[in-house]
Structure formats: C-alpha cells, structure tokens
C-alpha cells in the first residue's frame, strides 16, 4: 500500500558522478517535493512542482535539478555530487501545497 | 524570515509520564501547523494537524497539541507516553499562502520501559 516509493533506498556514488535519484506515487497529488536532511537537522526543501510548475528554493545549489515527467513520477539529478551532498534525501506530495505531506522512506545517499 | 523552533532536541521519558513537546514559530500571518513523527526505520507521517478552529487538535495514539496565537506556539502533549512513542517528532508550518513548508529540527523521544 507504498503511496509514496523512492529508489533506491540507499545510494553510493563517487565524487562528481552524476546521480538520480526516482520518486513516484499513487496519490494522484497535485505538488511533488524534494527535501535534503542531514543528521540531526530538519529536512530541507529544495524544490517543489506544482503540477509541471517547477519552483526552487532561492538556496538550493545549481548542482540538483529535477524533473517531473508525469503527475506520478518525480526525479532528483545532482550533476556532481561533492561530499558536503551526502545526505537523506526525502520525496514528499501534497494534494494542493497546504495540506499535509506524504512522505516516502528517502533515499540515503552517500559520497565516497 | 520564517522558522520554526522546537526547544527540546533529546527528551528520555518513563513509560506513563506526560509529554510536553514546545513549539514555536516566526511568522506574522496566518498559518497551517503538523506535527509529524518518525518511527524508528519508518518515514515520517502525519501525527496531526491544525488548519482553523478549535485550537486544540487531536491526533493518532492519544497526542494533542494546542495553538496559542498569542505565543507562536504548537505544543505536542500527550498524558501518558508508552515505550513505542520512542521516535522523532517535526513540528511545521506552511503559511496559507502554500507551498513551502518549514520544520523545526526535531525532538529525539526516547522512553524507557
């Protein structure tokens, strides 16, 4: 009954080797997100879509992009991982953006 | 800018104590507020919510939280914490304007049997 997936869970990737990392649900919401959580630290929005509306963070670095396909698939490219990007990464939706959000499992990713 | 500051990072409870979690925000306007939890291995979830009306809302596993307007303030409570309470608990603000929402760093809830 997953409504949020993320793949994989767990990612390893070498410094400055492009990396996607996938999200899709079967919630049919309207806005997807993408969060960046260290340890110890709250989760950290990098971006949202409002449908096919991409909308980023004033903060978020030129390194992650991201793409929404369709309403059910939502995608994070990080051109060139540094070290600093090892992290949890979270997808989260959200009907309309006001309501609460759904979260997926994260994916963890690691720089080596 | 806005924020949101949860004033315990680690709390160590007894099975049966109460819980009191603070919460406070900076925001001038009219917000959505959630606490949200994370079970240990899980993904977070939605604990509850306050959108308008009765500022005391009621959520799953007998948790509560209070609005007070005045203070900035979502406190998290519950009377009689239980061992599997141990988790991570977020408090979040989405202002009505939507979208973006913050969270506060996190309460580490860890309860002993």
């Known amino acids: 009954d997953a409504m949020v997936i993320q793949n994989p869970r767990y990612q390893v990737t070498q410094f400055g080797k492009p990396v996607t990392l996938s999200c899709s649900q079967t919630?049919?919401?309207?806005?997807m997100y993408w969060y960046q959580q260290k340890s110890s630290q709250a989760p950290k929005l990098l971006f949202h879509?409002?449908?096919?509306?991409?909308?980023n963070e004033a903060d978020t670095p030129d390194n992650f992009q991201s793409r929404r396909p369709n309403t059910s698939f939502c995608f994070l490219d990080i051109r060139s991982p540094g070290l600093g990007d090892a992290a949890m990464y979270l997808c989260?939706?959200?009907?309309?953006?006001?309501?609460?959000?759904?979260f997926g499992p994260g994916t963890r990713l690691t720089v080596t | 800018a806005q924020s949101v500051s949860q004033h315990n990072h680690h709390v160590i409870l007894s099975e049966a104590a109460s819980l009191e979690l603070g919460c406070n925000y900076s925001?001038?306007?009219?917000?959505?507020l959630f606490w949200y939890v994370q079970y240990p291995g899980q993904h977070l979830q939605l604990l509850l919510k306050?959108?308008?009306?009765?500022?005391l809302v009621k959520g799953i596993k007998g948790f509560e939280a209070e609005f007070i307007k005045s203070k900035f303030s979502f406190n998290l409570r519950k009377p009689s914490v239980q061992w599997s309470d141990t988790a991570e608990y977020f408090c979040?603000?989405?202002?009505?304007?939507?979208?973006?929402?913050?969270f506060g760093a996190g309460t580490r809830l860890f309860v002993k049997a």
């Open positions: 989260a939706t959200s009907r309309d953006g006001v309501r609460e959000q759904y």
């Open positions: 919630l049919n919401h309207n806005v």
């Open positions: 879509y409002y449908d096919k509306d991409f909308n």
């Open positions: 925001y001038g306007g009219t917000v959505n």
């Open positions: 306050y959108f308008s009306g009765d500022p």
């Open positions: 979040a603000v989405t202002t009505t304007g939507g979208f973006k929402t913050i």
